[in-house]
């Protein structure tokens, strides 16, 4: 393959060279000298974690990695990781989020949606792995590519499709956009423009859910926390403090990396000095996962035992999930420097794809059965757009609403009244 | 803490330690290690971590050990403190105060001497109050933790060792009004924090040189309390502004600004507004002296706003 002649960047088809870091293998490429990530050999575990290990030692780090259309070995005797219900659950799940994301980009391009719109397509299999093992009950954090989330969590199409829209019926009465979404019903505590901000707030939730098993003594108090945020994330500070705080106070959070390979153009390989995010688990004293993240089903496996494990209370788990987005990082971004073959790759591994093949394979489903959840989820979305379209806009009078949960931090006004007060406040017309 | 099992202390040395000016003294023996939580030195994670137990039903209190060192919690108070309960359609409270010692003290140095609520001060979503008595500090922290809303507890320095009778009973103070110090008819005196010793010394000279100010406490650095400034302003028809912010962009320049645009008819003279030289505050002592407002200054403010 071509050194300095080419712009496009190979992360995956660079063969594996020795670990020594004395001669870089590109002249022109100033990035990482590890030895390039190994994606068709599984990387071997020093031992298997068990849910007994001692609490105050480093767990060992099991990774786990294979190919999505091999298949899996299995070790316990039962063939079939999930029943049918489980599988069409999983498959309309991940149905729902990638039509949803290509409605997006076509409502974009109608002038129906604005602004910054980050597309989940392709990382399907890690919001549905990971979600659809939640209660409501558990709290997810996203970063500014979160419909699909938001949708496994549970909060309706059609809310969120109206919120895109910037209609008075959004989950945040359109007042977050795309890149907040919000539903305490849900739990779905936002969607952050700023990667690495939603981090710390996920610690809070934990911290919270642990706070009310030990202090308030609440019974039932075993909320578990979920972060997704994305490779360009694991090299910010707010990551690696919160690694440490989780770690240091047993939370029960889950940080779920779905390494995309892309900041935007900054490949992975070029920001970061050691590629291999999982490891940095350890390194705070929580087990590190590597997942094979276009495999729900893996995913799957994994996030049961980190789900699990955080909430018996033994603390915090890092699952780097390895994926890719089919579109660009948003729906402004061009999309030219990643190389055609790589791209190419990993559209062979669709996780969609994979699990209707699991699903025939296995026979969990009918081609006529998935059929009839694509035709739902078509349905469903129609209606979405349908009601975003035909809901009202916020009037002048919402733009003061929601400034502060107690109004009377807009002050006292001149008169000696609190501003509030004013019924003519909210329409602004009274002075602010 | 005792009212409210979730109200809860996060902070640098908040626990074991106390507190590094001994606000929260005793509290970790009393209320265990989880509720006064000493937290490692990462002062976004953990601001950003008291947002996310606010908004799942906590009331933390986050001490930033210096206010200074809040600095580096900016991108959580901005985004998350200050806008989560908006761009969330008020699903989200964030019931949160934040507070710490700032201002000038005694040759600390430069980083450890900042007035942060100018800088913070155009965040939306958020209050800001300054305390300046032990009566007012307590009662002021109070209504923080008791409000729905984000609060920022601006302390000083200079202020934790004043002693004064306080109330046995309890009693909340109101976060948006100011405090009327000095009653008087010549010159409205407007100032926060320690400034209001300042003034109050300046005060005593003026007095004896035959002015009468009306020293008026602020307290609440946003939203202003425009109520009792107003009724002040009109009463006397000049203003002092005295504030320990620098000049550009501080408390004092948002309040000039307020003034003019609600009382500007009232006034006899332009608002005359001092404040601290916009310098990094230096460690010698004669130059930090000359850099925040002095006393003499004041005095002299006021003779030439009154001739």
């Not at chain 1, 915090?316 to 971004?333: I, K, M, N, Q, W």
């Not at chain 1, 420097?337 to 699990?355: N, Q, S, W």
């Not at chain 2, 942060?116 to 007012?136: D, H, K, R």
């Not at chain 2, 109101?174 to 005060?203: C, D, K, N």
Request: charged share 25%; with cysteine.
């Amino acid at each position: 393959m071509s050194l300095s002649a080419t712009k496009f960047v190979h992360p995956i088809t660079t063969p594996p060279t020795s670990r020594s870091s004395d001669k870089p293998l590109f002249s022109t490429f100033f990035g990482s000298n590890h030895t390039k990530l190994r994606f068709n050999k599984p990387i071997v575990a020093a031992q298997r974690r068990s849910s007994s290990a001692a609490s105050t030692s480093f767990s060992p780090v099991v990774a786990v990695s294979s190919d999505v259309v091999k298949e899996k070995k299995l070790k316990s005797a039962s063939n079939l990781l999930i029943t049918k219900e489980e599988g069409l659950v999983l498959y309309e799940d991940m149905i729902l989020g990638r039509f949803f994301e290509d409605m997006c980009a076509q409502m974009y391009y109608r002038g129906k949606m604005f602004g910054f719109v980050h597309l989940y397509n392709g990382q399907e299999a890690v919001s549905t792995g990971f979600i659809k093992l939640l209660k409501k009950e558990d709290y997810v954090v996203s970063t500014y590519r979160d419909h699909v989330h938001a949708l496994s969590k549970g909060v309706p199409a059609r809310e969120v499709m109206s919120e895109l829209f910037g209609k008075a019926t959004g989950c945040c009465r359109g007042q977050g956009g795309s890149m907040h979404m919000f539903s305490k019903e849900y739990n779905l505590l936002g969607g952050f423009a700023f990667i690495g901000e939603g981090i710390p707030v996920a610690t809070g939730a934990a911290f919270s859910s642990k706070y009310r098993r030990e202090v308030l003594k609440e019974p039932g108090a075993d909320e578990v926390t979920l972060a997704f945020f994305g490779d360009g994330t694991c090299n910010n500070g707010q990551f690696y403090e919160c690694l440490n705080m989780a770690a240091l106070w047993k939370l029960p959070i889950v940080f779920v990396v779905e390494n995309n390979l892309w900041a935007i153009g900054m490949s992975h390989l070029r920001a970061t000095s050691d590629p291999q995010i999982w490891k940095k688990g350890p390194a705070f004293g929580m087990p590190g996962v590597h997942v094979d993240g276009m495999d729900v089903l893996k995913v799957r496996e994994v996030a049961k035992e980190a789900i699990e494990r955080a909430r018996r209370g033994e603390g915090p788990t890092l699952v780097e999930c390895e994926t890719y987005r089919f579109r660009g990082h948003s729906l402004a971004d061009p999309d030219e420097l990643r190389d055609p073959a790589e791209k190419a790759h990993y559209a062979g591994r669709d996780p969609i794809t994979a699990f209707k093949k699991y699903l025939f394979d296995n026979k969990l489903a009918s081609e006529q059965e998935l059929k009839a959840i694509d035709k739902k989820i078509d349905e469903l979305l129609d209606d979405a757009v349908e009601f975003a379209d035909e809901s009202p806009l916020p009037p002048r009078s919402q733009l003061l609403e929601n400034v502060f949960a107690d109004p009377k931090g807009f002050g006292i006004g001149a008169d000696g009244k609190y501003r509030c007060e004013d019924p003519k406040f909210t329409q602004g017309t009274a002075h602010v | 803490m005792e009212r409210d099992p979730r109200v809860c202390v996060m902070g640098e040395d908040v626990g074991h330690y106390g507190g590094s000016y001994k606000v929260t003294k005793g509290l970790a023996e009393k209320y265990g290690d989880l509720r006064v939580l000493d937290t490692p030195i990462a002062e976004n994670s953990f601001t950003g971590m008291g947002i996310g137990a606010a908004m799942t039903g906590l009331r933390p209190i986050v001490e930033g050990m210096n206010m200074g060192f809040l600095l580096l919690a900016f991108n959580q108070i901005s985004n998350n403190c200050g806008m989560l309960h908006y761009t969330s359609g008020g699903q989200f409270t964030i019931p949160i105060v934040i507070r710490g010692p700032g201002g000038v003290g005694r040759q600390l140095g430069a980083e450890h001497s900042q007035r942060l609520e100018s800088y913070f001060q155009s965040i939306p979503g958020i209050q800001m109050v300054a305390c300046s008595t032990p009566y007012n500090a307590k009662g002021l922290m109070k209504a923080a933790i008791r409000s729905e809303n984000p609060v920022i507890l601006f302390e000083h320095v200079l202020l934790y060792n004043l002693k004064e009778r306080i109330p046995d009973e309890e009693y909340v103070l109101s976060l948006e009004e100011a405090e009327m110090v000095r009653p008087g008819e010549h010159v409205t005196i407007l100032t926060y924090s320690r400034m209001r010793y300042h003034v109050m010394q300046a005060a005593k000279t003026l007095v004896n040189k035959g002015y009468d100010p009306e020293v008026i406490d602020i307290r609440s650095l946003k939203p202003f309390d425009l109520y009792t400034i107003g009724c002040s302003v009109k009463k006397t028809h000049r203003v002092l502004i005295v504030e320990e912010c620098m000049r550009t962009g501080g408390i004092g320049a948002s309040l000039t600004a307020a003034i003019t645009e609600n009382f500007h008819d009232y006034l006899d003279a332009p608002i005359v507004c001092l404040s601290s030289q916009d310098v990094p505050t230096p460690y010698a002592g004669t130059l930090e002296e000359w850099t925040v407002v002095q006393p003499a200054q004041i005095v002299t403010a006021v003779e030439q706003l009154c001739q």
